[in-house]
């Protein structure tokens, strides 16, 4: 089973920084596609930052400069590293990955963690 393990999320202040990292069970070689998502309860969740396999990322606008997308393929972690987080950054923060096996395509999900900044 994949399972994609999310960690690093916690309470900060504003103007802080936070590292969240996203362990992935499955083969970084075989991954087209990865992604950080945010959903507010109640709301769609939103593209934050994604990374494929060219190296080429896409950040959303609000986040533009102060986040970064990145992966350690020995360690089979993707990390965003957040930085001069605001109080609109609160949310619940979901990595995604897409895989290629052959001919097929499967998206996975991590659980989720929670992002806080409050004085």
């Known amino acids: 089973q994949v399972k994609l393990v999310e960690s690093g999320g916690g309470l900060v202040q504003p103007g802080g920084s936070l590292r969240l990292s996203c362990r992935v069970s499955i083969s970084m070689f075989s991954i087209n596609a990865m992604n950080w998502y945010r959903q507010t309860p109640g709301k769609e969740r939103e593209l934050v930052a994604g990374?494929?396999?060219?190296?080429?990322?896409n950040y959303q606008e609000s986040v533009k400069g102060r986040f970064t997308i990145s992966r350690d393929n020995s360690k089979n972690t993707i990390y965003r590293q957040m930085n001069s987080l605001e109080p609109e950054d609160t949310d619940i923060y979901y990595c995604?990955?897409?895989?290629?096996?052959?001919?097929?395509?499967?998206?996975?999900w991590g659980q989720g963690t929670q992002v806080a900044v409050s004085p």
């Open positions: 995604a990955v897409d895989q290629q096996v052959g001919e097929s395509r499967y998206e996975y």
């Open positions: 990374l494929i396999v060219s190296g080429d990322s």
